[in-house]
């Protein structure tokens, strides 16, 4: 009951904030090829870059749609967390089949790396998630602590968020207090681009943490380990 109440406030504070992104974000969009689809495949395998004792899967497909040249984003995503025997504690699985691309020049600054990440690929949409039936405390993105998602071990949905950086460029300081005509020097992380999965989530912290009332994007991050941009016919 408590996750059914959750998730209803989450659905209806995430839609709002969708609806607004989506109005006022202007998708920066490849032009389209008249006989050709620009394809990109991504896929993260391995340890969570937050968490200690998780594993990862995030496997996801961006199809630029033939004549209007628009993205539209799939991703599943599969995590692991493990005990200091070996044991499997928790899990949580997700899938977004139509995801939209909001924004291919996202910034956000990140706690685990102190530093601000920048063109980040950011993408929402209304998916699926399943999580093993417990409440599972964990310390989020090196911060503070939460309980992760327990959908009581069934497929519920909820808002899908992804961040998506393929060529894991970041600056030091905020590039957003950089006068114009000034260079912020931009950085590459040695092992590369990574991903976030996540599902929007009341976590019950304070209002002014997250997305507002308590919401915060919960789950895998890991470095990619494919990425592949292609042209199909």
């Known amino acids: 009951m408590v996750a059914k109440m959750k998730l209803k406030v989450t659905t209806a504070l995430i839609a709002a904030l969708f609806l607004i992104s989506a109005i006022t974000i202007v998708t920066p969009v ?19 870059l937050d968490i200690s004792g998780a594993t ?21 995503f599969h995590s692991k967390i493990y005990d200091e025997s070996g044991k499997k504690v928790y899990a949580m699985k997700g899938k977004l089949k139509d995801g939209f691309l909001l924004m291919t020049e996202f910034n956000f600054y990140c706690p685990i790396f102190n530093v601000w ?6 993408v929402m949409g209304e998916g699926l998630v399943k999580t093993t039936d417990i409440d599972f405390p964990v310390f989020f993105r090196n911060s503070f602590p939460i309980t992760l998602p327990n ?6 949905s909820a808002q899908i968020l992804m961040f998506l950086s393929p060529t894991a460029e970041y600056c030091l300081e905020d590039p957003g ?18 991903v976030l999965a996540a599902v929007m989530w009341d976590v019950g912290i304070p209002m002014d943490v997250g997305f507002g ?9 890991s470095y990619l380990t494919k990425y592949m941009e292609k042209w199909v016919p």
């Open 30 to 48: 490849k032009a389209a090829d008249p006989n050709r689809i620009l394809m990109i495949d991504f896929m993260a395998k391995g340890d969570d």
């Open 56 to 76: 990862n899967s995030i496997i996801g497909k961006i199809v630029y749609d033939k004549v209007s040249g628009n993205p539209l984003v799939q991703v599943e």
């Open 117 to 122: 990440f920048i063109n980040v690929w950011w």
């Open 151 to 156: 959908t009581g071990g069934k497929y519920v």
């Open 177 to 194: 207090t950089y006068p114009p005509g000034t260079e912020n020097p931009v950085y590459i992380l040695p092992e590369g681009g990574w």
């Open 213 to 221: 009332f308590g919401i915060l994007p919960v789950g895998p991050v």
